[in-house]
């Protein structure tokens, strides 16, 4: 890996406070130890069993023997709708282990079994509109990171890891990874009793420190949807949810394997393809390669890659642009999801300086082929790893490329962490320019204060060639998060030539600052609601010769029912100071000047539990010395848990005096389980923006985490070309994950 190649020189100007940052960093890693669990206070301790017995997997608790002798933790405590009240049913969890396993069992007492609300029965599907169980696990104990794990009574495997204890930045889950898949079994049942389930986490499956018995953070929670009922184990304060694991009880006796595993995910896989390029010539493909895991110790794993393929993922779902903005896609490919918050630095969403998309992905989602790669990732003591380094092909669109990153981070005292990162894209082979390459370097810390209260931080500099204007950025924000009020602040720049080249920018050349406050508000019998959330937002963009580019202040309130109906109604005023005019639809040309406009927003929606449920958006007001009136109804149904389906439709209107046009983008998206892991998925979208309709379906088979057998199928119909131009593509996919060794 060429991260720093010989012979080229790196500006010293940007390395300066990279080099001062090392030794801060290393004088701030011994400062003041990792705040111990039992220095939480008023935390639940339960411990954990070994158990003489394997339980049998089938969901049935109360009848199996394994679970007779063990001491379950009990006493759930609300936050909804009832806040520090006792929930108001009984809740029983067991937990014990044998060499290679952690069980969960689980019994959620129901006085009425009928009114047990069962939503959905694909893996990682939400449980907030179901009745549903979670746990999360803090397996080092440093009040920052974990493994969720949860289902439903359909036996649904949901999981995800957490990062810097479950940060929400400006609505966006930062701490949590929702698209992690670990290799784990789950079985769940509903009986006279309410309904059941056990879990079976292989240790393999979870990362943890060297030692034995070990003490670790745990925290249950219970959903119970026809109620809105939310109820917590280690109790929480209302203002959070469970991935906050600084606030988990302690898991005690728990004795872990030392443990060394590898394992191998080969996989084949077989495309046809008409219609690329343009071309109605068909393309026949047979291709395979291997994923390897290897935990070198029980905290350090080593995952490495040949000839990668992500077939079996979903395609994104479509946006409509209308600015002059980068949007953001999520990242799904397996590959790059476990322990990715380990990389994440910068604001998610907005500037990151590392974005997985970055690596085998074109600037339009066109795949381009990964030959391979390897990545490290691991916590030693209080210090946390990750490296990784990719190789990307030769194509069209990109040239041979390497990608680097190197992550270093150290908890701090009192939940807060420092650290370092370092990223590198540069093209390789034989045709490649030397001056094709771009490098980032950052520093970033989190300060939490207390359980409410925290600071964080980031800088960051980039090397990149023929760069025009200053490469840095920056950003401090700070929170304070208490059960009736939430009060956000933050300060950031990016420079003219800031360019992460494997990370992501919504926009560059701008300080910014960005307020926002937020109350909760909870009546006693009034009208039905349940709370009522006022809130202020305002943000704005300048650029550094105090030209301001936008900004907008929002004003609002959002309405809560207990019957799990909403209502959010929002005022909006909006600057727009447009330096170089840009094409917001086709021939529809927004010149270089200022605007100002105001707009109303709108947004109700009924209670996702049920059967059938509705939402409206509305958005009306000016719009760049105009007007628009921006529709955006949605229609979600289900027919038991098997089959679940989506109708979401937007469509926007503009009259401008720069040209009038229409938007629209459509969605349907339909979904049967035939068990939690045979399946079949489709998603059809049509946006006019883009001319184009799109359609995805998947069949799954899934065995382990993502691993099975994939049938997928992907069309892209371009509006006004001819059917033979149009790209089809037939992909059969099939994957298994092997167990070679483990000690």
């Known amino acids: 890996m060429h991260m720093f190649r010989k012979g080229r020189t790196v500006r010293l100007a940007g390395l300066g ?337 590392f974005f997985s998309r970055r690596i085998g992905l074109g600037p339009q989602g066109q795949e381009i082929p990964i030959r391979g790669g390897v990545r490290l990732t691991g916590k030693s003591g209080r210090t946390n790893v990750g490296l990784l380094y990719m190789l990307t092909d030769d194509t069209s669109i990109s040239p041979e490329n390497e990608f680097g990153v190197i992550r270093v981070s150290r908890d701090l005292g009192e939940n807060s962490s420092i650290g370092l990162i370092a990223t590198s894209r540069e093209a390789t082979g034989s045709l490649a320019d030397d001056d094709d390459y771009g490098r980032t370097y950052g520093i970033d810390g989190r300060w939490a204060i207390n359980p409410q209260t925290e600071l964080n931080a980031f800088i960051a500099q980039t090397d990149t060639p023929n760069a025009v204007g200053d490469e840095h950025a920056l950003h401090i924000g700070g929170r304070w998060n208490s059960e009736k009020h939430l009060i956000q602040g933050s300060y950031s720049e990016v420079g003219e030539g800031f360019s992460p080249e494997v990370g992501f920018l919504t926009r560059r050349n701008y300080r910014r600052p960005e307020v926002y406050f937020l109350s909760r508000l909870r009546p006693e019998n009034r009208f039905g609601l349940q709370e009522i959330r006022p809130h202020v937002y305002y943000q704005g963009y300048w650029d550094f010769d105090g030209f301001k580019e936008s900004s907008v202040f929002h004003a609002g309130v959002h309405w809560e029912w207990k019957n799990g109906n909403e209502f959010h109604s929002g005022f909006n005023i909006w600057d727009d100071g447009v330096k170089d005019p840009f094409e917001i639809s086709s021939g529809v040309i927004i010149p270089a000047q200022k605007f100002s406009r105001t707009e109303v927003q709108l947004d109700a929606y009924t209670n996702l539990g049920k059967p059938v449920s509705y ?54 998206r339909l979904a049967y389980a035939f068990t939690p892991k045979l399946f079949v998925e489709s998603l059809f979208q049509y946006n006019t923006s883009a001319d184009q309709w799109s359609s995805n379906i998947r069949l799954g088979w899934r065995h382990t985490a993502n691993t099975g057998l994939y049938v997928v199928y992907n069309d892209i119909e371009e509006i006004g070309r001819s059917a033979q131009e149009n790209q089809r593509q037939l992909i059969v996919k099939y994957s298994r994950l092997i167990d070679i060794f483990s000690r």
């Open 17 to 353: 406070w990279f080099t001062a940052g090392i030794v801060c960093f290393a004088g701030l890693g011994m400062a003041s130890p990792l705040l111990a669990q039992d220095e939480v206070p008023d935390r639940p301790t339960m411990k954990a069993f070994k158990i003489a017995a394997t339980p049998t997997l089938d969901g049935d608790v109360s009848g199996d023997a394994a679970w007779a002798d063990m001491e379950p933790a009990t006493g759930f405590v609300q936050t909804a709708p009832d806040n520090a009240q006792p929930a108001s049913e009984k809740t029983e969890v067991f937990v014990g282990y044998d060499a290679e396993t952690l069980y969960i069992g689980v019994v959620c007492h129901d006085q009425d079994p009928s009114g047990i609300v069962i939503s959905d029965s694909r893996r990682d599907a939400s449980l907030a509109e179901t009745d549903s169980f979670q746990l999360v696990l803090d397996t080092y104990s440093d009040l920052q990171s974990g493994f969720l794990f949860g289902t439903n009574p359909a036996g649904i495997e949901y999981d995800g890891q957490v990062t810097r204890d479950g940060e929400v930045v400006f609505g966006s889950t930062g701490g949590f990874n929702l698209n992690w898949d670990g290799a784990w079994k789950v079985a769940a049942r509903v009986g006279e009793e309410g309904w059941s389930a056990e879990f079976a986490i292989p240790f393999q499956t979870l990362r943890f420190p060297k030692g034995s018995p070990q003490t670790w953070g745990i925290n249950f929670q219970r959903n119970i949807r026809d109620r809105k009922e939310f109820s917590f184990w280690a109790p929480m304060s209302r203002q959070f949810d469970l991935d906050r694991v600084s606030l988990a009880g302690r898991l005690e006796g728990v004795e872990v394997p030392r443990q060394q595993f590898l394992q191998a995910a080969p996989y084949l896989r077989a495309e046809r393809v008409e219609g690329r390029s343009g071309s109605s010539d068909s393309e026949d493909d047979f291709d395979g390669g291997v994923d390897v895991k290897f935990g070198i110790t029980p905290n350090m794993t080593l995952d490495l890659t040949v000839n990668t393929d992500f077939a079996e993922v979903e395609a994104d779902v479509q946006q409509l642009n209308l600015d002059r903005f980068n949007l953001f896609f999520p990242e799904k490919r397996p590959f790059f999801l476990e322990n990715a918050g380990t990389f994440r630095v910068g604001i998610p969403g907005q500037v990151e300086l």
């Open 615 to 668: 939402r409206l958006i509305v958005v009306a007001g000016e719009f760049f010395d105009g007007d628009r009136i921006s529709l955006r109804p949605s229609f979600r149904f289900r027919k038991t848990e098997k089959f679940t389906g989506e109708i979401a439709w937007r469509h926007d209107n503009v009259n401008m005096p720069f040209g009038d046009f229409d938007a629209d983008l459509g969605r349907l």
